[in-house]
């Protein structure tokens, strides 16, 4: 069975830091992963999707990267932002299963102080 | 428009209410989806729509009733509610499972906060 794991927990940075957020997945047969941002009580946004053929993708300040074969992503927060505060879920979709399964972390809780 | 919208923002019934959750999405989109979440946990999926045919029911209880009227829209029926399904339930789309399934991205509205009295 898919898990997915997400450290640390929480994380409090300055504004202005650059930073990591880690994703683990403990098994490789996956179509993709996703990175989702949640605010308090909203919707999930989605940041970024890597294939699983995919090392990494960027948008902005965001990069997340994925290590298939050792069940490893991340995301990397470039000069980070009091805007940035949100929780960050990382999601994978397993082909046991179907594409339609997200398998979700718990997620990670950001926060930039100004 | 790469939106998917969702109605109520809010809701609050009693446990004997018959109430319904509204999903809208206009991007072509032929998956639609519906997951709970509950306070500071991730969400949980409850059903998956697939060309507007239910692909999905993990496991459901028979109070939540799902439907899909066209491609553009879901519903979640409910009925006889109990206090712990109160939750935040989101909708959500995606290309179907004849698209390239490495891009399957799933693109979520912004929930209904449900409270169950």
């Known amino acids: 069975k898919q898990e997915v794991t997400q450290i640390p927990a929480a994380l409090s940075v300055p504004e202005g830091e650059n930073l990591v957020l880690n994703c683990s997945f403990t098994?490789?047969?996956?179509?993709?992963l996703q990175w989702f941002r949640q605010d308090p009580g909203k919707g999930l946004t989605s940041l970024l999707l890597?294939?699983?053929?995919?090392r990494e993708q960027t948008s902005g300040r965001l990069n997340a990267s994925l290590d298939k074969s050792s069940g490893r992503s991340t995301l990397y927060i470039a000069a980070s932002q009091p805007g940035d505060s949100a929780t960050y879920l990382c999601?994978?979709?397993?082909?046991?299963?179907?594409?339609?399964?997200?398998?979700f972390g718990k997620g990670t809780k950001l926060t930039v102080n100004p | 428009d790469t939106e998917v919208t969702q109605t109520p923002k809010h809701l609050v019934m009693g446990m004997t209410n018959k109430k319904s959750l509204k999903c809208e999405q206009h991007?072509?989109?032929?998956?639609m989806y519906w997951y709970k979440q509950k306070a500071k946990k991730p969400p949980e999926l409850m059903f998956v729509?697939?060309?507007?045919?239910?692909?999905i029911n993990e496991s459901v209880p028979s109070r939540f009733s799902p439907e899909c009227p066209n491609s553009s829209l879901l519903n979640l029926h409910l009925h006889a509610l109990q206090p712990e399904d109160s939750a935040l339930y989101l909708c959500?789309?995606?290309?179907?499972?004849?698209?390239?399934?490495?891009?399957?991205?799933?693109?979520f509205g912004p929930g209904t906060r449900l409270t169950v009295l």
């Open positions: 890597i294939q699983s053929s995919q």
């Open positions: 999601a994978v979709s397993p082909i046991q299963g179907g594409s339609e399964k997200l398998v």
């Open positions: 959500a789309s995606s290309q179907d499972k004849g698209w390239d399934l490495g891009v399957n991205e799933q693109f």
């Open positions: 991007m072509g989109h032929r998956a």
């Open positions: 729509y697939s060309y507007e045919k239910l692909s």
């Open positions: 098994d490789s047969a996956i179509y993709n």
